[in-house]
């Protein structure tokens, strides 16, 4: 059974800094945890997401996994921690939002979502109940609850009754998950996932019913249904809302965000966990993340720039490769340079994420951040 503790709060904001313990580890938090999809994080190797990016969780994605590499070759194996060998705590979502994303090829009714597979077209149903058995499976330590992801401009109409089917199946999995137990010998938690899309009321009714199921098999509560299309105050005014009402002896999750502006605002705003494919993916597409704003490894001036790639990095390719060569290899279509741009990004959100910490400690978070979040965004 997990267990979580709240170590130190800001006193300008509503930002904390806590310990999640896991049977495959502590998590310190906030925390931001890079995806690995399909069982890899692409392009970095474990012992580089341990030592050098300093990785304390990472995903897998329910959907992919099931259906590649598939669910009998994973329990042979004795689940994704062994079958990956990753000795540290995995989290795993539970493919709804993958789900929902294949319009024209799935069917959604309250038993559950039908769906064609983007790998070979054949037809699949997750239900709540069969959700829970494969990320029993699958065997990561947190797994998150079936849900329908409620587009970010869908209206009130449409978000109610999407909700409704959210809290249905919330209850469904809750009853499944309470009535099973984990297959490997150690303990698995859940997280519910609040939704309501952009309006408050729904948000506020999510929240109360997630809560009615509460009980010590709640590990942690999602907020799901967020950087979606909806605009970005938005999802700090959801945040906002949502944050104050959930328990605070339980980690707090923001699923798939964001830019590093958005995990400081999403900290001060009470959020303890983050996940996001911006790094990985931008990085693979040549763009950086640094203190001092984000680089475009592909544009010319970096043609002739002999200085070291990052000098605020905290990663070994930061001051082992220049930004010339970095350009270069992207010029030339080298997969190395995907592989030094991902574990540059990875590495700057764990120091992102670690800096906060240590600001949230020291009682300075709020003036820090409105100090540094200028610079973040900013194109060099």
């Known amino acids: 059974m997990s267990h979580f503790s709240v170590i130190n709060e800001d006193p300008g904001s509503s930002a904390r800094t806590g310990l999640l313990t896991t049977d495959h580890g502590e998590i310190r938090t906030p ?4 995806v690995g999809t399909v069982g890899s994080v692409k392009g970095v190797y474990h012992r580089d997401l341990k030592d050098d990016i300093g990785a304390e969780i990472i995903l897998g994605n329910t959907y992919h996994l099931y259906l590649r ?3 009998d070759t994973l329990y ?3 689940g994704l921690h062994r079958f990956e060998n990753w000795d540290r705590p995995i989290l795993t979502d539970s493919g709804g939002f993958q789900v929902f994303s294949l ?3 799935r069917k959604i009714t309250p038993e559950g979502c039908t769906f064609s597979s983007h790998i070979d077209g054949s037809r699949h149903t997750f239900t709540p109940e069969n959700n829970v058995d494969i990320q029993r499976k699958i065997g990561a330590d947190i797994m998150m ?6 587009p970010g401009d869908a209206d009130f109409r449409y978000a109610e009754k999407s909700l409704r089917l959210t809290q249905q199946w919330l209850e469904r999995f809750a009853a499944r998950f309470d009535s099973t137990e984990p297959l490997y010998g150690y303990s698995q938690t859940m997280f519910p996932i609040i939704q309501g899309c952009v309006y408050p009321d729904l948000r506020k009714k999510a929240v109360e019913h997630a809560l009615s199921l509460d009980n010590d098999n709640r590990g942690g509560y999602a907020v799901g249904g967020l950087a979606v299309g909806e605009p970005t105050e938005k999802m700090y005014e959801m945040l906002e809302i949502t944050c ?3 328990p605070i002896n339980k980690p707090r999750y923001l699923m798939g965000v964001g830019t590093p502006a958005n995990i400081l605002e999403g900290i001060a705003r009470g959020i303890d966990m983050f996940d996001c494919v911006m790094p990985t993916r931008n990085g693979r597409n040549g763009m950086l993340f640094t203190w001092n704003g984000v680089m475009n490894m592909r544009n010319a ?3 002739d720039d002999f200085s070291p790639l990052d000098p605020l990095g905290t990663s070994f390719v930061d001051k082992t490769y220049t930004k010339a060569y970095l350009h270069h290899l992207f010029i030339a279509k080298e997969m190395f340079a995907a592989m030094i741009a991902t574990e540059h990004n990875l590495a700057f959100y764990l120091d992102l994420v670690r800096t906060a910490r240590e ?3 020291s009682g300075d978070f709020s003036s820090w951040k409105d100090c540094v979040i200028k610079r973040l965004g900013q194109r060099m």
């Open 31 to 34: 925390i931001f945890m890079p």
């Open 76 to 78: 042979k194996a004795g």
């Open 359 to 361: 600001h949230i400690d």
């Open 145 to 150: 609850a079936f849900d329908e992801c409620c």
């Open 69 to 71: 590499p598939g669910l």
């Open 103 to 105: 319009t024209g090829i």
């Open 244 to 246: 104050p009402l959930l």
């Open 301 to 303: 001036k970096w043609t």
